[in-house]
């Protein structure tokens, strides 16, 4: 199953999301792969501290090699029974620039190289699941991990702005693509009970709503902590999330 990760806009803690989900996924002894596609601003490698890499996802998408050379295997990060792959994308200033300015044709070429890792992946490597960390909004690079995925998780935060673009994004392409779409409200304020309600009013196909905590803010190893804190709200509230697709 490939699972894309999307926002309309960025700050929404998409990429915390991202990894805590494949860590939980791998967690449950399936064999997962997280690919960083925010080619835009890629973070997963300054977050795990891998280094420079021999290939990147860049590599990939310009034909330069193939999706096995590009995979590390990050299964020491807090891993106990599956296996967590991750595809980095490079995080150079020239490949960023490179990346920004490549043309429509380019982009096709790349959602058949996407196309492509379903069964590169899926079948010929054995992953049960592959996540999608995309850029936000609606750029040609995101809308290709859109349009590749099985279903999708849009993450957004109650601000109004953030809640009418996500409302917009869902209703003028998602709905064209006839994309299944989950939407998670992260970092949110309110009591339960009233912004139940709320939500309830947006129209939205919401799953959960996670509630900001400072206790993810203020810690060191926050991109892994529902794996160091089994027993925390935001831990408790990703494995309903993480139940309803494993």
Known sequence: MIITVHSYKGGTGKTLLSLNIAAMLANRDKKTCLLDLDFRAPSLGAILKTGKSEYWLNDYLNKACEIGRVLR??????????????????????AIREM?????????????????????????????????????????SSMNTIVTADFVFVVTTLDKSDVEGTQRMIREFYELFNKKTWVIFNKTLQSFLPLERKLESLQLPIVEAIPCSCDILSSEEAYFFASKKPNHIFTKTLQKIVSRIS
Do not use: H, Q
């Open 73 to 94: 295997d990050c299964s020491s990060y807090c891993i106990a029974e599956g296996k967590l792959f991750v595809g980095f994308a490079n995080p150079s200033t020239e």
């Open 100 to 140: 920004a300015s490549k043309d429509r044709k380019w982009e096709m070429e790349a959602l058949c190289r996407l196309l492509l890792l379903k069964k590169s992946l899926l079948e010929r490597l054995g992953f049960d699941y592959v996540i999608f960390d995309t850029s936000p909004g609606l750029e040609y």
